[in-house]
Structure formats: structure tokens, C-alpha cells
């Protein structure tokens, strides 16, 4: 079968398999960090906003959310829009900032190191951009 999700899915699982190996000292997965550093650009937006940019349901979202929160990673509270929705400020604890720190040198290495053995992959890159703007547009 030539399936573009399968081959994607097993893709991310090795990557992902590998960078937790790398990430993982510091306390948190390579899932958990990516989640971490994305939101600290989302603040302020919904749950299904933030998901959508994300590329996740709302309730994964805020099962992942509730894990680091209960962690002492994050603290979440929420406050209501001039627009009457409800917004969730995301803010990284002093814990969470120290892990974060962590885990973003432990991903530069790793990330060199990945760079280094499969090379940059530029085309693969701007592909897989494109490909994601494509499937939100088809979604």
C-alpha cells in the first residue's frame, strides 16, 4: 500500500522515538517540549484555536495542557474576550522555564546531530510546510 499518512506517521515515530531519548533528561518528552515552545506563541488564543494551529483536536490539547499543569510546568487561567470567548493564558512556571531552557539546548544538539547524519533537507522541509498549509486548507 502506498499510503502518504502511513509513511508520514512512521517518519514522525522514528524522529520522535529518537529526539525523546535525546529530550527526555530534562524532564519532559520531545512531544511535551514541542507543545511548550508553540505555545508560548499562542497565548491568549481559545483551546480550538490554539489545536487548529497546532494541528491538534481540542481535547488532545487539553489533555496534553493538563499534564504539564499538574507537572508544575504551566499554569493556565482563563479570562473572557472582548468578543465574549473564553481565553486561555498559557504561562510557563519557574519550573517550566528551567526545563524549557533544558530542553531546547538537549533538542539543538540532537536536531544538529539528526542534520548531520540524514543531511539538511531543505526540499524536504519547504515540502512538508507546504504539505501542512495544504492539508489545512483541505480540512
Given at each position: 500500500?502506498?499510503?502518504?499518512?502511513?509513511?508520514?506517521?512512521?517518519?514522525?515515530?522514528?524522529?520522535?522515538?529518537?529526539?525523546?531519548?535525546?529530550?527526555?533528561?530534562?524532564?519532559?518528552?520531545?512531544?511535551?517540549?514541542?507543545?511548550?515552545v508553540e505555545l508560548t506563541n499562542l497565548s491568549g488564543d481559545t483551546l480550538t484555536e490554539s489545536g487548529w494551529k497546532?494541528?491538534?483536536?481540542?481535547?488532545?490539547?487539553?489533555?496534553?495542557?493538563?499534564?504539564?499543569?499538574?507537572?508544575?510546568?504551566?499554569?493556565?487561567?482563563?479570562?473572557?474576550?472582548?468578543?465574549?470567548?473564553?481565553?486561555?493564558k498559557f504561562a510557563l512556571t519557574e519550573k517550566g522555564h528551567g526545563i524549557v531552557s533544558d530542553g531546547v539546548k538537549?533538542?539543538?544538539?540532537?536536531?544538529?546531530?539528526?542534520?548531520?547524519?540524514?543531511?539538511?533537507?531543505?526540499?524536504?522541509?519547504?515540502?512538508?510546510?507546504?504539505?501542512?498549509?495544504?492539508?489545512?486548507?483541505?480540512?
Open positions: 500500500m502506498d499510503c502518504i499518512g502511513a509513511k508520514l506517521r512512521k517518519a514522525s515515530r522514528l524522529i520522535t522515538r529518537w529526539m525523546n531519548d535525546e529530550i527526555i533528561p530534562c524532564g519532559i518528552s520531545y512531544t511535551q517540549l514541542n507543545l511548550l497546532l494541528g491538534m483536536d481540542r481535547s488532545t490539547l487539553t489533555r496534553n495542557l493538563l499534564v504539564l499543569r499538574n507537572q508544575g510546568i504551566i499554569t493556565i487561567s482563563r479570562e473572557a474576550g472582548s468578543d465574549r470567548r473564553v481565553k486561555n538537549r533538542w539543538e544538539k540532537a536536531n544538529n546531530k539528526l542534520l548531520e547524519s540524514v543531511g539538511k533537507c531543505e526540499m524536504l522541509r519547504a515540502d512538508l510546510d507546504w504539505f501542512s498549509e495544504q492539508m489545512r486548507e483541505f480540512i
